[in-house]
């Protein structure tokens, strides 16, 4: 099976510019989750979707949005950027369905904020 | 709320020699356990795992790891480091019932000497 892919693998972008940012996951798999990673804060839990409804979502601001299709790929977009959105965005899935959570993640998608 | 802490941010090790990275989580019940490494430039790939049964687990790349519930730790060991194990590994925690949303520690970079 091929893995978790995202698109694009780098992005510049300029302050209070907009970006959306594409995961594809692994064929048969319905939950997608994302994550932002960032030197200060390390890994920290965006939200999750499931059959393209979100399921969990962790402490961001409103600007940072998401959506899943009905075949499962999602987009996570994030709005008027500032200069910490700066970071390497992960987007992982899982079968979520199992009760525990294994999450097979993809290489990220390096956003740089200038 | 659950929460990982990793004591080490940074060890170095020569190649050959024995490697331990210590892993504590604070959970209210029994976590499910991961363990992820992650090489320069690239995504999250997935060590080992721990939800329930035989506390010492294996895992690939010759990596194991063994839960206490005693000590609220998660360990990961290798008894003879490769140069190609040079990275940063993350121990994280989920919670069953459901919730997809992992929290990690802040990593661990592993330098190895030759």
């Known amino acids: 099976k091929a893995g978790v892919t995202q698109t694009p693998r780098y992005l510049i972008k300029t302050r209070g510019q907009q970006v959306t940012l594409s995961c594809s996951p692994i064929s048969g798999h319905r939950s997608v989750s994302w994550y932002q990673q960032t030197p200060g804060q390390g890994l920290q839990f965006l939200f999750e979707y499931f059959s393209e409804t979100q399921r969990n979502k962790g402490n961001f601001p409103g600007r940072f949005s998401g959506r899943q299709f009905s075949n499962s790929r999602s987009e996570m977009n994030v709005s008027t950027l500032e200069l910490g959105d700066s970071a390497l965005y992960l987007c992982?899935?899982?079968?979520?369905?199992?009760?525990?959570?294994?999450?097979?993640f993809g290489p990220g998608t390096r956003l740089t904020v200038l | 709320a659950q929460s990982v802490t990793q004591p080490d941010i940074h060890i170095t090790v020569s190649e050959g020699a024995s490697l331990e990275l210590r892993c504590n989580y604070s959970y209210g019940a029994t976590p499910y356990l991961f363990w992820y490494v992650q090489s320069p430039g690239q995504g999250l790939q997935l060590l080992l795992k721990?939800?329930?049964?035989?506390?010492l687990v294996q895992g690939i790349k010759g990596f194991e790891a063994e839960f206490k519930r005693s000590q609220s730790s998660f360990n990961l060991r290798k008894p003879s480091v490769h140069w190609s194990d040079a990275a940063e590994y993350f121990c994280?925690?989920?919670?069953?019932?459901?919730?997809?949303?992992?929290?990690f520690g802040a990593g661990t970079t592993v330098t190895v000497r030759a």
């Open positions: 992982a899935s899982s079968d979520g369905t199992s009760d525990y959570n294994e999450q097979f």
């Open positions: 721990y939800f329930s049964g035989d506390t």
């Open positions: 994280a925690v989920g919670s069953p019932f459901n919730d997809y949303k992992l929290s």
